[in-house]
């Protein structure tokens, strides 16, 4: 087992905070990130066991150095921040299209910059991305384009970063988690039909896929689509 604790960065809420308490509640040390230092710690004065929060914006990468420094020996990082915009070519926000590529490609590389220095040849590294690059929706416009670059960008770390591992985990809809729960049940539902099993993906299993990369010694370069065969149909 590599040394050190789980960095979850967007870790305060939905699939990270359920990988934190996973981990949380195996007794590891685990950091969880989030944009507030205070609303970070609250969640991980929640989570409980040897957890803390840390505040840091993956959309300013320029201070992700000094947000990172008081970070130890780093075993597993998990990067699952998002911001999601809702953005069309038509509509072009161009601030907010800026946001989200900022955050989601080059903050997270800032951060796998930042902390491979404290990770050991056993460590590893889970990036989160989605099916959004393959079945776009309305306004999914950057979303599906950073996906499409998480992918990319895991093949390169898998090679730059060896033997330290690099996977990415693509969720379809995951029906429980915080966002689209909140969609409520008739867009769920209409999700729900387009999967082979009629059943959705769910957080238990995104935490049990993410779990299986981080630890699974021979799985590097890997993008999983965790999604309930949603593009079978
Ligand atoms: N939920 C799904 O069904 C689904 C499907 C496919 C893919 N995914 C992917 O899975 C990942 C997690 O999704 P989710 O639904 O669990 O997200 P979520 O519930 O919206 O949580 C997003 C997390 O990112 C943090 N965050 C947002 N902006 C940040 C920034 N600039 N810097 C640092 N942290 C930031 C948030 O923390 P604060 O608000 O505290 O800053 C929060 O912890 C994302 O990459 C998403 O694209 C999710």
């Known amino acids: 087992m590599a040394e050190g604790c789980v960095v979850v960065v ?3 809420r939905g699939l990270g905070l359920a990988v934190a308490r996973h981990y949380a509640g ?8 989030g944009r507030d230092q205070r609303r970070a710690e609250a969640v991980a004065a929640e989570v409980g ?3 803390s929060g840390l505040g840091l914006d993956l959309a300013r990468p320029e201070e992700l ?7 130890g020996r780093v075993a597993h990082l998990v990067l699952a921040a998002i911001d999601r915009d809702e953005n ?6 161009l601030d907010s299209a800026t946001r989200l590529v900022t955050l989601k490609l080059v903050g997270s590389t800032e951060v796998v910059h930042r902390l491979l220095p404290r990770m050991d040849p056993e460590a590893s590294v889970v990036l989160f991305g989605g099916r959004a690059k393959d079945r776009p929706y309305p306004g ?3 979303v599906s384009t950073v996906n499409g670059g998480v992918a990319g960008l895991t093949s390169s770390l898998a090679v730059e970063l060896a033997p330290i591992r690099c ?10 988690s915080p966002y689209w729960a909140a969609k409520g049940e008739p867009v769920l539902e209409r999700y729900r039909n387009q999967t082979p099993s009629g059943r959705l993906t769910t957080m238990a299993d995104v935490v049990g896929a993410v779990v299986f990369l981080l630890e699974n010694r021979s799985v590097t370069g890997v993008n999983l689509y965790v999604d309930a065969g ?3 149909r």
Do not use: C, Q, Y
């Not at 069309?88 to 926000?93: A, I």
């Not at 996977?167 to 429980?176: C, L, Q």
């Open 167 to 176: 996977n990415a985990i693509h969720p379809g809809i995951v029906g429980d």
């Open 49 to 51: 066991g040897k957890t």
């Open 88 to 93: 069309t070519v038509r509509g072009f926000d």
């Open 10 to 12: 967007g870790g305060t």
């Open 26 to 33: 195996r007794g590891r040390e685990v950091v969880l990130a």
């Open 140 to 142: 999914s416009t950057m």
């Open 65 to 71: 150095a000094d947000r990172l420094a008081g970070v």
């Open 230 to 232: 949603w593009l079978l």
